[in-house]
């Protein structure tokens, strides 16, 4: 038998399985209660989105060999060599910052959220001050508050406090909460695939033609291409996540499925160009990778970083320090004369043939509602851009609706859409609707409830629950929620609309469709069963009941899934407006409150429930 040789058992570098960074996995890692027992009387410090994203990093291991938030020592260091004490390689500080004056007593302290939300615990080591402006120079190489990472250490309080993490991995909302894999879990992948060279790509946009040449001649001499969006904290004006991952699914499926990971990294963007680059080539170590492509301007913003920066940089270091291959590119375009996507290394054409494919570009052609070239991005990714583009105040590039999307009437200021609630009956689809409909009046919308039951006597009286008569229910739903929305107005749908294909056909007719899995269980709706139903289709005595004798299809990539068990109507609500505010549907009223919480006595017994929740 003929053994096929593969590029990749020539190509140079590195092989899985890789060693972390620092040679072992870092797992800090508790469970809930465990937390909480921890926590007990600890005084609490409030963390902001960047802060607890650094802090799921830590707990999952992308972060080894780094075990907790850096002392005085660990900083001085990392500011000052690019290194820990140790001698390893580690180029941005990750720091926890307190409020000038806080008090600590006891050994511990307790990690919460803006909410207040138990989300780990520290071992109280140390607290120092650290000079922000001095690390800035040295980690951004600027100290000018324009620049958003260099704004967010000068905002960071001067205090720190410092030692070793633990902490409640949970699963997070939405789409790219279920991409979000741990590097043990990616890792655990590529073995699965017996994948030996794996290379990883870093993104915060939008996959484009450019970056897709990239991540193909990569997987050339690779087994397995990681597509690795970071979906931490951004800056303002980048793409939304919830889009994002939705071009992403969208970029990938012009690959082979065995040879792609989509996978969400959740840590916050720093922008500090070549060390973060860096930062980023360690962090996809310790989730397996071998390689690692490096483009230009590799995590920079603005002009603040050459082009070639990070490049020079990871070429500087010792690779068996580094422990992961740099796959270096330059700027890449589409040649008219090539035909095809080229670099300067390829092409030997005048630069009137070459269309460069900037992500700037690509949004103005978005914002402006016209046509999308296909040599700039996959009509299918433009697509899912276009469809999310919304308008929202500002210079941010995510600004206005698609071109047939008439703008909201006057007086209103908000643009209409859809909310599809869909899930089994019982589910809490109605009682979500309801309690929504209400916040969003609030907040100065035009509201329209569509009940699927109170539909059914009205609009659609006569249809029975056969798969032609369900389809033709749901076709009639979505044609009025379309039209209601196209004059400003926010249609909420209750419909238990169980075929995927009839909810995917109302997607396509409406320009802002957010749909909602409400994924309470079988188990929960039957226990609930309010109307009785669930007693009555179980004894056969109610035929096509879904759930129990007719089929339910969940969404494959709705913009929300809400787990309705046990939670309280609130919480289910304040995850739909989350959603809203993120897609730029809504607006809350008032500011949010201050983010950070002061080291205070604990949680009183009502945090602690809702830390249990
Ligand atoms: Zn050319």
Redesign the pocket.
Known sequence: MLKRVHASDTAPGFEAPSLPHGGRLVDRRLELDEAMDIAGAAPSIGLSGAEAADLRALATGAYSPLTGFMGSAEHEACVDTMRLPDGHLWPIPVCLGVPEGTRFRGDHVALRDAKGRLLGVMELHEVFRRDRTHEAERVFGTSDPAHPGVARVLDAPAMAVAGPVRAVVAPLDGLAGRYALTPAETRAEFAARGWRRIVGFQTRNPVHRAHEYLQRVALEICDGLLLHPLVGPTKEGDVPVEVRMRAYQAAIRHFPTDRVLLAALVAPMRYAGPREALLHALVRKNHGCTHFIVGRDQAGVGSYYGPFDAQRLIASLPPDELGITPLMFDKVFH?A??GGM?SVKT???PER??VTLSGTKVRALLRSGELVPPELVRPEVADVLRGAYQRRNGDGPVVRAPARAPAPPAGTGHPGFVVWFTGLSGAGKSTVARALAARLVERGHPVELLDGDEVRTNLSRGLGFSREDRDANIARIGYVAGKLASHGVSVLVAAISPYRAARDQVRAMVDRFVEVHVATSLATCADRDVKGLYAKALAGQIPRFTGVSDPYEPPLAPELVLHTDGEPVSSSVEQVLRCLERLGLSAAVRPEPARRATASAGPGPADRRRSAT
Request: with cysteine; hydrophobic share 20%; net charge neutral.
């Open positions: 040649c004369a090539c080229a092409c030997p054409h043939e070459r």
